[in-house]
Nanobody, 115 residues
Framework: VQLVESGGGSVQAGGSLRLSCAAS????????MTWYRQSPGKPRELVAL???????NYADSVKGRFTISRDNANNTVYLQMNSLKPEDTAVYSC??????????WGPGTQVTVSS
């Protein structure tokens, strides 16, 4: 089982980034997938979730700015982030939804938003 995140970087406030998470096929096809983020000194928080059927859920702090999607043919989940704010700065990771047995965490991808 492997999760590999990519697409992070440094942008100015108001900018956009698109994150990708490549997951092992067996895990991806059978599960909802979730993006999380963690800033230094803060607990990991759920950012967005997408079910197998494509239903989505977002943290209030990112609603209207972030969009989660999944490509079932390529076992990849995406996070389109628009109108980025400095408070979005964090390491972003993907995994199963809360309450499930997480698979080993990938390296994550750093997002840094400057004001």
């Amino acid at each position: 089982v492997q999760l590999v995140e990519s697409g992070g970087g440094s942008v100015q406030a108001g900018g956009s980034l698109r994150l990708s998470c490549a997951a092992s096929g067996s895990i991806f096809r059978a599960n909802a997938m979730t993006w999380y983020r963690q800033s230094p000194g803060k607990p990991r928080e759920l950012v967005a979730l997408i079910t197998i059927g494509g239903n989505t859920n977002y943290a209030d702090s990112v609603k209207g700015r972030f969009t989660i999607s999944r490509d079932n043919a390529n076992n990849t989940v995406y996070l389109q982030m628009n109108s980025l704010k400095p408070e979005d700065t964090a390491v972003y990771s993907c995994n199963l939804p809360p309450g499930r047995n997480y698979v080993p965490w990938g390296p994550g991808t750093q997002v840094t938003v400057s004001s």
